[in-house]
């Protein structure tokens, strides 16, 4: 195992109504903004509740926040912040807010172009304004970890960064906000959670018995509830180990000690600044390829996760591997996730594309041993036709 240090401090309060804690949870003299998406948040009574439980404290709201938040919507809410002397955030929503409202509390205290937060990558952030969220969509674990990913329109760049100045205060994970979610939500945020799992799971081996059970354990949760949360949107049991194996999978816990990849979350945001597509997409077309391409440099973590994960047994080292990775892509697929690029029309140019905003980007090495050149990505992308 290697040597990590583990830092965690956001407290999880989980369960149907704790909402109604945001009382204890928020000081009491808090002039607070409410930061949320789309409609859904108001339409289905999530921000009246959020109002309601913050009683007489001054609040005001931010709506607008995209599915793959950007700098020039996030930079309006700063300089609503900045004007009415705002000093608590709240973020109500999925992972696209709660990055967002990461990159506001950040940008606030930025004394020089707050988009050197993202190019240096979080490295000089000293001071953040305190934010806590009510999560209503399980997928990037945002809720609970010190990472934000934001695009900026205008250069199309997808970038990330962390820092420990932005992690939650606090996060609300009650199973029921989930019920309204449309189905392809759902579907994408099983992707989501079970791609972050694979990028901390299929690296090498380094003896960390702990994590790969740990990761193989939320790995074979997704396997048996996701198709059925599908069909089953109101069913709490399912949505509670749904949220909870989400929040997980990207907390710290299953990453600590243990070398990670992120290769084919690097491709796959540049693939959505490029085309649009959703986050969980371009994961499900991006894997599978990923896999197959590297499967000599991950040959014994692949074949632990055949057997472990699908229970693969039989064959020879190959034939484990290929239908380890087979079974991955119809796992996707029955989640309704498609897994090529040429499910969205997306040809043979788009390839060329993609590369040269990975070189933009200084994306020339990626991959648990940083091993993955330009011309590896190029592979990948290719297969991924």
């Known amino acids: 195992m290697l040597n990590f240090h583990f830092y965690n401090p956001t407290r999880i309060a989980f369960g149907e109504g704790k909402i109604s804690e945001l009382d204890q949870l928020i000081p ?34 931010f709506g607008g926040i995209e599915a793959n938040p950007t700098y020039e919507t996030l930079m309006k809410a ?28 950040a940008a606030v205290y930025e004394e020089g172009d707050p988009w050197d937060i993202l190019l240096s990558q979080g ?49 609300i ?24 799992i694979a990028e901390q799971y299929l690296t090498y081996h380094v003896d960390a018995k702990v ?39 990207l907390n710290g816990l299953i990453g600590a000690g243990v070398p990670q990849d992120w290769a084919t979350h690097m491709i796959g945001h540049e693939i959505t600044a490029l085309y649009g597509l959703d986050h969980a997409q371009t994961l499900a077309i991006i894997l599978p390829a990923m896999l197959n391409e590297r499967r000599q440099a991950k040959h014994e973590k692949l074949l632990q996760y ?26 996707f697929e029955r ?12 040809g043979l140019d788009a390839v060329d594309a993609i590369i040269a905003q990975l070189t933009s980007h200084n994306m020339l090495q990626l991959g648990e041993k940083s091993d993955v050149s330009l011309d590896i990505s190029r592979r990948i992308l290719t297969a991924a036709l």
Request: glycine fraction near 8%; aromatic fraction near 8%.
């Open 211 to 249: 994590q790969d059970r740990f990761a193989e354990g939320l790995l074979l949760t997704l396997i048996e509830i996701g198709p059925e949360l599908l069909e089953k949107p109101h069913d709490y049991t399912l949505q509670a180990n749904f949220m909870w194996t989400a929040t997980l999978a």
């Open 123 to 171: 490295a000089h952030i000293k001071r953040a304004v305190p934010y806590g969220a009510v999560l209503t969509l399980p997928a990037t674990g945002s809720e609970m970890n010190s990472v934000s990913v934001i695009s900026r329109t205008a250069l199309k760049a997808k970038l990330h960064f962390a820092s420990q100045w932005v992690f939650p205060q606090f996060s």
């Open 173 to 196: 994970l009650d199973p029921t906000l989930s019920y309204t979610l449309p189905k392809h939500q759902l579907a994408n945020g099983v992707v989501d959670a079970f791609t972050h």
């Open 78 to 105: 700063v300089a609503q912040i900045k004007e009415n002397q705002l000093d608590f955030l709240l973020a109500v929503g999925g992972g696209s807010v709660i990055d967002g409202t990461k990159f506001v509390a």
């Open 306 to 331: 055949a057997q472990r994960v699908w229970h693969i047994t039989e064959g020879s080292d190959e034939e484990r591997i290929d239908l380890a990775i087979q079974k991955t892509r119809e796992f």
């Open 28 to 61: 009491a003299d808090a002039r607070v903004l409410i930061l949320f998406g789309g409609h859904s948040a108001k339409a289905h009574g999530t921000i009246d509740k959020v109002t309601n439980a913050l009683g007489s404290r001054y609040s005001e709201e």
């Open 335 to 346: 989640l309704g996730v498609k897994t090529h690029l040429s499910d969205y029309h997306i």
